[in-house]
């Protein structure tokens, strides 16, 4: 069975300030064709650990995700997600928000 998510905590000490930081994910996906099936994807993935929101263009085939700084969303695992769901998983693109001013000094 594969492990949807990794979840990489920087460690035990990291301040929860930094957790304001997140990564959005954009992905592409083709047979997104009613809000049904969007309401299928959006299960599954607000169902992972430190997904914070979900959004989707069923025009554009686009589904958004935010996540919590440290967590991963693989290329291997969202293909097989959205596969399983009978949908096919073109590809994504990761943006990460910083929020600098939070950072702790080291
Ligand atoms: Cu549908």
Same mark, same amino acid.
């Given at each position: 069975?594969?492990?949807?998510?990794?979840?990489?905590?920087?460690?035990?000490?990291? #301040?929860?300030?930094?957790?304001? #930081? =997140?990564?959005?994910?954009?992905?592409?996906?083709?047979?997104?064709? =009613?809000?049904?099936?969007?309401?299928?994807?959006?299960?599954?993935?607000?169902?992972?650990?430190?997904?914070?929101?979900?959004?989707?263009?069923?025009?554009?085939?686009?589904?958004?995700?935010?996540? #919590?700084?440290?967590?991963?969303?693989?290329?291997?695992?969202?293909?097989?997600?959205?596969?399983?769901?009978?949908?096919?998983?073109?590809?994504?693109?990761?943006?990460?928000?910083?929020?600098?001013?939070?950072?702790?000094?080291?």
């Amino acid at each position: 069975m594969r492990v949807l998510v990794v979840t990489a905590i920087a460690g035990l000490f990291t #301040s929860m300030s930094l957790w304001a #930081s =997140c990564a959005h994910y954009e992905m592409r996906v083709d047979g997104l064709a =009613c809000p049904y099936c969007a309401y299928g994807i959006e299960k599954k993935l607000t169902a992972i650990d430190g997904v914070q929101g979900f959004d989707v263009d069923l025009e554009a085939g686009i589904v958004r995700v935010d996540v #919590s700084d440290g967590v991963v969303l693989t290329e291997g695992a969202m293909k097989q997600l959205f596969n399983d769901a009978g949908f096919t998983y073109r590809g994504m693109t990761i943006s990460h928000s910083e929020k600098n001013d939070n950072k702790v000094p080291e």
